[in-house]
């Protein structure tokens, strides 16, 4: 019988309010996959209280933690400094702790990269971003990162869709434009990487984006962020066009198997953690 220390590791999440109960469920089912005696803990925190949330975790000697809206900005102001892509983003989703100090880090684009990273190399590649929020800007940063040589960001609303364009026009080795999404949008035959990272087609797997699907051809690699369902309405036109495809469950889970490596250095069965998720999720 493994003989262990009373003391677990710890871990967990900032939060408010939000659905966090799929991450809690893919992490523990990754440290009992690997029979780790660590916990992951989620903690609703009131914005006012994320500074003494920080010192709590310093003080009980946390591996680290995640945070989620409305915390991954506001956060920063109490972490000891931040990772490359973090700091160009300006948003943090994952805390570790190296040397004594909390490091910031953010996981969303990462994990998305690394998805992506099964199917094709972005480097030099064109790619067509749906969306400016925070999961657009995440996956825009490492993209452009990553090598892709041009990223066209189509967004409804241009407040939101110019400062991001600007930021990796700016900022990253990659060139940006911003397109306003004002009416049925062609994807332009050279682009490579069509990204879908807005909210459409959460909770409602027939939602469409208003584009023109013909405009999807063999060799793109067409994703998705949506991870309820993950089957999403522009994935399934994508796969009929002849694209390939990728899903927005492998982003969150490869986000889970990053923030293992982070804090406990170990590389992770990722199996594991998507059957938790697809547990969760009910399909
Ligand atoms: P935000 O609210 O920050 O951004 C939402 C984006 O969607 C905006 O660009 C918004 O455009 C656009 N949008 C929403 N509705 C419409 C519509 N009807 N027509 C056109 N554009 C629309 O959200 P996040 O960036 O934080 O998250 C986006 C999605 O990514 C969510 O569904 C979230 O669940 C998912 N996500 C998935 C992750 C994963 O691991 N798979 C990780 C993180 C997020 P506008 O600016 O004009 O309002």
Redesign the pocket.
Known sequence: MVQRSFRAELVGSFSQGSATNPTVAMIEAAFAHHDLNWRYINCEVQPQDLGDAVRGARAMGWRGFNCS?PHKVSVIEHLDGLGESAAIMGAVNCAVARDGKFIGENT?GK?FLKSLREVVDPAGKQVVMF??????RAIGVELALAGARSITVV???PS??APLAELLDSRTPATASLVT?DRTYAVPPEAGIIVN????G?GNGNQPLDIDVASLRPGMVVCD???DPPDTRFLRDARAQGCTVVD??G??VN?GVISVKYWAGIDVDPESMRKALVQVFGR
Request: proline share 0%; hydrophobic share 50%; glycine share 22%.
């Open positions: 809206i969303d994990g969306g400016a929020g925070g999961a657009a967004n409804r609303s939101r869709g999404w990272a807005t909210s459409i959460l962020v949506i991870v927005g469950l982003m969150l986000q």
